[in-house]
């Protein structure tokens, strides 16, 4: 396992080779997160000259949140919960939408210690990553205490934002 220091060290760097793509293809990205607080938005404006492809984000870590700042649905809530690549796939969308931005990413997880239930363990996460053609969503389960899921989320959002924006060259 990495330590918390070298994960750290990687996201910077993945957040400025991300921000070179971006400037690159003269495009903007937007996030909408739960589970990371903020967290994603953080890495990727720690890159100087980073207004110049990120523009805004939303922390959406209530479901009120998620309806009122991003356009999720009451039923898509209702019928899947908060932690579902439905959910996701709707903030990423709204994100998109309300950013008026090319590329957008969400997520939403159980990062605990607390939260667990039958059907949802701690450390599932749910990934959506949008662009004005498609929505792509995973569902991925980690280890660690709350830290550690959080800093994987944020690593895992990253690296496959980053991977589609070099296919797209």
Not at 42 to 69: C, H, I, M, N, P
């Amino acid at each position: 396992m990495k330590s918390k220091e070298k994960m750290i060290e990687e996201l910077i760097k993945l957040a400025a080779q991300i921000g070179e793509l971006l400037q690159d293809a003269g495009g903007t990205v937007t996030t909408a997160e739960s589970c990371t607080g903020g967290g994603i938005s953080y890495f990727l404006t720690e890159v100087a000259g980073s207004s110049a492809w990120f523009d805004r984000a939303f922390v959406t870590y209530s479901d009120d949140s998620k309806q009122t700042l991003v356009g999720v649905q009451q039923a898509t809530l209702d019928a899947h919960g908060a932690v579902s690549e439905e959910v996701v796939a709707e903030m990423a969308n709204g994100a998109l939408a309300v950013a008026n931005a090319d590329y957008s990413l969400a997520v939403s997880g159980l990062a605990g210690p607390t939260g667990k239930n039958d059907e949802k363990p701690i450390g599932i996460v749910c990934f959506g990553w949008a662009t004005k053609v498609e929505v792509v969503t995973e569902t991925c389960l980690f280890n660690g205490d709350r830290h550690i899921i959080r800093l994987n989320t944020i690593i895992h959002s990253l690296c496959h934002l980053q991977s589609y924006l070099t296919s797209q060259k």
